[in-house]
């Protein structure tokens, strides 16, 4: 039997390598699922807030060290967005699917909005870029990562076999 720390390291491993190898070979127009902020998104929904902004932390550093934004950015962005769902999840108890999905699509809207705001600062751009932004880039990445967090639900569905000792 694998711990779960372990088994929750080699999902965010797979995503991460999943994320810079395989998406962008399916992505469909401008739009690619996100697998980190998806595991993310299950991991806070499980722990809470402080493994949420935690782990958002790290993958958040560890995006901005291979990505070429704004060092920083990922990182405040991903903590911000883990603390939101471990927090969601500790004052709403309701864990039924459609109540999921609809969290993962606002989770993603407001990870990219936070995202885009740190880039209008930082390009001093206006404020309807990010709402074009938010409308013709945010909304297709989450209902596309919906779709595929789907296959986690289905995953979890699955009756698992009992173990006799």
């Known amino acids: 039997m694998i711990p779960d720390p372990v ?14 190898s395989f998406v962008p070979a399916i992505s469909l127009g401008n739009a690619t699922p996100d697998l980190l902020l998806i595991v993310l998104f299950f991991f806070s929904l499980k722990y809470g807030v402080m493994p949420g902004i935690f782990v958002g932390f790290f993958l958040g550093l560890g995006q901005d060290l291979y990505s070429p934004s704004l060092l920083g950015q990922n990182a405040l ?23 999921k ?17 740190v880039q209008v600062l930082k390009l001093h751009d206006s404020l309807g870029s990010l709402f074009s932004g938010l409308f013709f880039r945010t909304l297709p990445r989450a209902l596309y990562s919906v779709a595929v967090a789907a296959l986690f639900y289905l995953w979890e569905m699955i009756p698992k076999p009992s173990v006799r000792k």
């Open 7 to 20: 088994k929750w390291l080699i999902a965010f491993l797979a995503a991460l390598v999943l994320q810079t």
């Open 101 to 117: 999905t609809v969290l993962l699509i606002v989770v993603f809207i407001v990870h990219d909005a936070l995202f885009m705001a």
């Open 77 to 99: 962005v991903k903590t911000l967005t883990g603390a939101f769902i471990g927090l969601f999840n500790e004052r709403v108890m309701r864990t039924d699917p459609l109540v």
